[in-house]
């Protein structure tokens, strides 16, 4: 396996980066993880986008040029001969003494860009069967919008998932509104029958597939309503799903060890993922 590291092309294996790299030491930095399908970046404008302001909001600048990032990526790809399956991109303030301040100006941000293959049937088979979640309180701090490193509550959250046999985790606030998956955007198809999922305001990330899925939703005669909603609503819903760059949409049949609807996947959720995959990119 290949990876990109600061600039250079490395067997992993003999890939390194400093201890003092603040991803390391504060989890100071951002990433970005694109689907690849049939050898294309899917949706790579929008997760560049993101990156320019998860890296804006955090005051990192760029590592390399948008468009030097955009071959790093298609090497890392080609070299791993990654067909189905995703490219990994980090970014950090950089390695310098530790100190919770920023370094000093010339501290060079680090990259990194790995790719690894995923098996599109395994994928395919979870979509068909559909997937348990359960709930976690929001734990998380007030800026979720921001795709940083500092994943803590997100890695708790989905290991609660795996001990409760369950695939996902959504996070629920004090109010009982659901906020998001621990790696997810959160969707129901309520009790009226509209297409649910919250704003995308600074409590969720704003997930690329979540964009692409509002934008097909229209084609597809579909109520859309961007707004939060309860746990009470999920456990009363048709249907519910979840979207990200690897999962696309993802049927939800059990919340909580209650059944969703009818405890199978849904025909919305079913059709979105269709209509993302046959849209021209
Ligand atoms: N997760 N919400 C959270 C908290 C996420 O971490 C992600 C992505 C999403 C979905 O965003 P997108 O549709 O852009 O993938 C929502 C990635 C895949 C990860 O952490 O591996």
Known sequence: RIVYVNGRYRE???ASVSVDDRAFTFGDGVYEVC?????????????????????????????IGREALRLVMREVVRRNRVAHGLVYIQASRGAARRDHGFPPPGVRPGLVVAARSLDPAAIAARAAAGVAVVTVPEVRWARPDIKTLQLLPNV???????????????????DNFVTEGASTNAWIVSAG???????????????VTRAALVAIAGGLGLTLETRPFTVAEAFAAREAFFSSATTIAMPVVSLDGRPIGEGKPGPVALALRRAFRERAE
């Open 156 to 174: 708790l959250a989905k290991q609660a998932a795996r001990d409760a046999g369950a695939y996902e985790a959504w996070f629920v606030d004090r």
């Open 35 to 63: 689907e690849v399908h049939d050898g294309a970046l899917i949706e790579e404008t929008r997760h560049l986008d993101r990156l320019d302001r998860s890296l804006a909001a955090l005051r990192i600048g760029w590592p």
């Open 12 to 14: 992993q294996a003999e």
């Open 193 to 207: 029958g509209a297409l649910t999922t919250r704003q995308a305001d600074d409590s969720i990330l704003h997930g």
